[in-house]
């Protein structure tokens, strides 16, 4: 049976249905999750990203994780110290904070599978295109908000649900390797049981920022 990555709950209800996967809402923090009968296998899903080409010279891919990169550099101090968390096979956004000066760490379960980076404290963690693809965002959540300095921001790029009817066509649900949706909802969720604030810019950059309590 089918429990919440995020918050652990079994109450689960049927959300949607295509030919390839059946969809759950969690009752209490909204997200929404693929059914575990459903998900691919590591090795299938590594097959996929294997076939990614996000290139550290690609302008346009450089432009999209731009929309992660400003919001980080205008909430900390210069020569900072980050993490990129699912950096994947070409670790570009690090590359740009290195670029202006940004002391950076990189960790990604198939490609820079380092766990000593995750024994550190870090004045920034970025995490774009990640979160969508966890089996258990909840556990996740709370291991990088711990590995932030407070003050610090968790810095977050994934396409929010806007509503069930607009789900059903949605292009996002269909990448196979994703398999947790995020609405705004989910997120005040996440900001509540965390003690973060939470922002969202535009149409799918979230931070997270820590208390500094």
């Known amino acids: 049976m089918s429990v919440c990555g995020l918050c652990g709950s079994d109450e689960l209800q049927p959300y949607h249905q295509d030919k390839r996967r059946r969809y759950l809402q969690c009752t209490q923090c909204a997200l929404v999750i693929v059914d575990e009968r459903d998900r691919l296998s590591p090795e299938d899903e590594k097959a996929i990203y294997d076939t990614h080409e996000n290139s550290l010279h690609d302008e346009g891919y450089r432009r999209f994780l731009s929309r992660a990169f400003e919001p980080t550099i205008e909430r900390v101090p210069s020569h900072s110290k980050g993490l990129d968390f699912g950096c994947g096979p070409g670790p570009l956004l690090a590359e740009m904070f290195k670029e202006v000066g940004f002391e950076m760490a990189c960790f990604d379960l198939f490609y820079a599978n380092e766990p000593e980076v995750l024994t550190k404290t870090y004045d920034f963690i970025t995490c774009t295109e990640v979160i969508e693809h966890l089996s258990q965002p909840g556990e996740v959540l709370a291991k990088l908000l711990s ?67």
């Open 147 to 213: 590995l932030l300095d407070a003050g610090g921001p968790l810095v977050l790029m994934t396409k929010l649900i806007i509503d069930q009817n607009r789900f059903a066509q949605w292009h996002y649900k269909n990448d196979l390797t994703h398999i947790a949706f995020f609405s705004r909802e989910t997120f005040d969720y996440v900001a509540a049981r965390f003690d973060c604030q939470v922002e969202f810019i535009g149409n799918d950059v979230i931070v997270l920022t820590k208390s500094k309590k």
